[in-house]
């Protein structure tokens, strides 16, 4: 059924029937997924240079997204529904920004959440041809519909396939010369949680900004952000141990 659905690419005729059983069949391979773990590869290309980056990244339910970045510099990148937050150990600053209720953000979750109705409020939703990329793939690319000027990105391509359609490419154009292209493999599903998993411990000294005004400097002992867990503490029900859709 899903190699059907992506073989080609959609007239707009067909877009609303086709997005519709695909997110029906996506939605019911993740419900038993409660927190994802993974290693990621990021390249960031302009006309100046091309950087690559490396790091592991977590999704837990609800809408939590977390980026580890270990190499070359350490950072962290969190996504926590309606709040971003950028550390940067170099700088020792935590930078945390307001979205708003705004459904532009669903694409900041890079294909981890299922919430297909906001999805399709911001963006035009469009299936591409998976020729090449084996089978069992979809492509999904989004764009942001007119008049959208503060927009993430010009367009994303989210590549997915294995058992859950988990991503294991995504493409972001950033503008006409520059894009970012995130390769995620080495996935473990439903690990046991722990708070590492789900929240990073902001380090002593840390100066915190908050929407640009710096509010705090983190006092002994650090500090974990997001401040809740988004879902208890205790151990879930396992899936495979790794999983990898490559």
């Known amino acids: ?3 059907a659905l992506v073989l080609i690419v959609l007239s707009p005729s067909q877009t609303d029937e086709r997005f519709e059983e695909f997110f029906a069949e996506f ?6 997924i409660r927190l994802l773990e993974a290693e990621f590869r990021q390249t960031t290309k ?3 240079e091309t950087n690559v980056s ?3 990244l977590y999704y837990a339910k609800p809408r939590r997204l977390m980026l580890r970045y270990i190499d070359p510099d350490e950072m962290v990148y969190i996504v926590d529904g309606e709040m971003i937050y950028t550390y940067v150990a170099e700088i020792e600053q935590l930078e945390r920004h307001d979205l708003q209720d705004d459904p532009a953000t669903e694409a900041l979750f890079l294909g981890f959440d299922d919430d297909a109705k906001r999805l399709r409020e911001a963006y035009a939703v469009v299936f591409l041809d998976a020729k090449g990329e084996g089978d069992d793939v979809a492509v999904l690319e989004l764009t942001p519909k007119a008049g959208d000027e503060e927009s993430f990105f010009q ?11 988990l991503p294991y490419r995504i493409r972001l154009k950033t503008d006409a010369e520059s894009e970012v292209v995130i390769e995620v493999a080495d996935y473990r599903v439903n690990a046991p949680i722990d708070q590492s998993k789900t929240q990073f411990l902001v380090p002593e000294g840390t100066l915190i ?9 983190v006092g002994r002992g650090g500090k974990w952000i997001p401040e809740t867990a988004p879902l208890a503490q205790t151990p879930t029900v396992q899936g495979p141990g790794q999983e990898n859709p490559k």
């Open 27 to 32: 939605v019911e391979k993740r419900q038993a």
């Open 46 to 48: 302009n006309p100046e």
């Open 209 to 217: 900004v908050d929407n640009g005004a710096p509010i705090e400097t």
């Open 54 to 56: 490396r790091g592991t």
């Open 155 to 165: 367009s994303v391509r989210i590549y997915m396939r294995g058992e859950r359609l």
């Open 1 to 3: 059924m899903l190699a």
